[in-house]
């Protein structure tokens, strides 16, 4: 009998790529949901952009790839790439940002390396590196979580001036006045003091690192979903965070006036992020043909 032979990845037919995008969409909502509670509704804002752009320059990949438009489009791929870009910058970054992000990871990272199941690299952490590279300014400057505005957090809070502030850059004073660095970028940046003075003497440490670790809790709840689920299985994220702990665990006890705990290390930036949604992409990339 005649064998067809399909490259690589291969799913069963149960766990096709529509379904498996979806899930992976799905498990984001927690994340997106702290976001939008700690930081506003930039990432709200940022995540219509990227979706909307990646599935335009999707279709116009797959027009000039004389490839099925409508097809590859309902797979969800694009999107949960988009998701991914929006949810790594900072919610205020201005909007040319994500759109040179998702240009870059649909149709540099994915298309022009044959598609979905075929890119070598993943194509959401191929933008972000082009971004943090390009423009590391916007990439960097995060506006400080609600807990640290006082009584200004409601000028943070409008939609209307989060609309204005990433497609106009007219902030009105008030993104410069509250962005700064993100927890992990003072601990390294912390200036001869020692952890401990850092800490106590930052009210981004000392009072809004809960934000992060909320944050990180958010997309620590969304992959454990992905594993229950058997998007994948937890080997990857598993070892990734208890080599993680492990190496820093090892440096805090050798000199814990220069390190962080290792719990900063997992709860503060993206470990949760990098470890289920990041490192695991290329388990879930699945194949299909047009029938």
């Given amino acids: 009998m005649a064998l067809i032979h399909l490259s690589s990845p291969h799913v069963s037919k149960a766990n096709a790529t529509n379904r498996v995008m979806r899930l992976v969409l799905l498990a984001t909502l927690p994340a997106i949901f702290a976001l939008t509670l700690f930081f506003g509704w930039g990432s709200l804002i940022q995540l219509f952009i990227a979706s909307t752009s990646a599935l335009i320059f999707e279709a116009i990949c797959l027009r000039l790839r004389k490839r099925p438009v409508m097809f590859f489009l309902r797979d969800g791929s694009a999107l949960v790439t988009a998701f991914l870009i929006a949810?790594?910058?900072?919610?205020?970054?201005?909007?040319?940002?994500?759109?040179i992000g998702t240009f870059s990871a649909i149709v540099v990272a994915k298309h022009l390396y044959g598609g979905?199941?075929?890119n070598p690299f993943n194509p959401a952490m191929v933008a972000y590196a082009l971004l943090l590279i390009s423009f590391p300014v916007e990439m960097t400057q995060w506006n400080a979580p609600f807990v640290l505005l006082g009584d200004h957090w409601h000028l943070l809070a409008s939609f209307k001036e989060s609309l204005v502030i990433i497609f106009s850059g007219i902030n009105h004073g008030l993104i410069d006045a509250y962005t700064g660095?993100?927890?992990l970028e003072v601990l390294k940046h912390r200036s001869g003091m020692?952890?401990?003075?850092?800490?106590?003497?930052?009210?981004?440490?000392?009072?809004?690192?809960?934000?992060w670790y909320g944050?990180?809790?958010?997309?620590?709840?969304?992959g454990i979903?992905?594993?229950?689920?058997?998007?994948?299985?937890?080997?990857?994220?598993f070892s990734m965070l208890v080599t993680l702990f492990i190496l820093s665990s090892l440096f805090y006890a050798g000199d814990a006036s220069n390190f962080a705990d290792p719990f900063v290390h997992l709860g503060v930036g993206a470990t949760m992020m990098c470890a289920f949604f990041h490192c695991n992409r290329s388990r879930f990339r699945c194949y299909q043909q047009p029938r």
């Fill in 116 to 118: 979905l199941g075929n």
């Fill in 225 to 237: 979903f992905l594993i229950y689920r058997k998007v994948f299985t937890w080997h990857a994220p």
């Fill in 181 to 183: 660095a993100t927890p």
């Fill in 194 to 211: 020692t952890t401990e003075e850092v800490w106590r003497n930052n009210p981004v440490l000392s009072q809004g690192v809960f934000a």
């Fill in 87 to 99: 949810l790594a910058i900072p919610p205020f970054a201005p909007w040319w940002v994500v759109v």
């Fill in 215 to 222: 944050i990180s809790a958010a997309w620590l709840m969304g």
